[in-house]
């Protein structure tokens, strides 16, 4: 069908950096909007970031002017800088791919990744 293949995470120290990447493997033809989701134990998952298709991003707050969410639509992938990284911001980070559609059905939904770990810690 279609499987999301997430790398990049790791363990960092505060201020440090990591790059999270997401490739969308599989029968895809469309997709509308690609982000990162993230939870950390004990609380709800959170959007991080999107794009859509058009080009058009959203972040968190929290995130604003230290993460860069950046896809290519041809190849599509979708990427996440992260930079000046905080305590706060350990999580599992997952790829979330939305409005896409296959070469078997041309009804949208949405996949997710598996999740990679991200650990932020001095």
């Known amino acids: 069908q279609v499987q999301l293949v997430e790398s990049g995470g790791g363990l960092v120290q505060p201020g440090g950096s990591l790059r999270l990447s997401c490739a969308a493997s599989?029968?895809?033809?469309?997709?509308?909007?690609m982000g990162w989701y993230r939870q950390a134990p004990g609380k709800q998952r959170e959007l991080v970031a999107v794009v859509t298709r058009d080009g058009s991003t959203t972040y968190a707050d929290s995130v604003k002017g230290r993460f860069t969410i950046a896809k290519d639509n041809a190849k599509n992938t979708v990427s996440l800088q992260m930079n000046s990284l905080k305590p706060e911001d350990t999580a599992v980070y997952y790829c979330?791919?939305?409005?896409?559609?296959?070469?078997?059905?041309?009804?949208?939904?949405?996949?997710w990744g598996q999740g990679t770990q991200v650990t932020v810690s001095s």
């Open positions: 599989g029968s895809v033809v469309r997709i509308n909007a």
């Open positions: 979330n791919v939305g409005g896409v559609t296959t070469l078997t059905s041309a009804r949208p939904r949405d996949y």
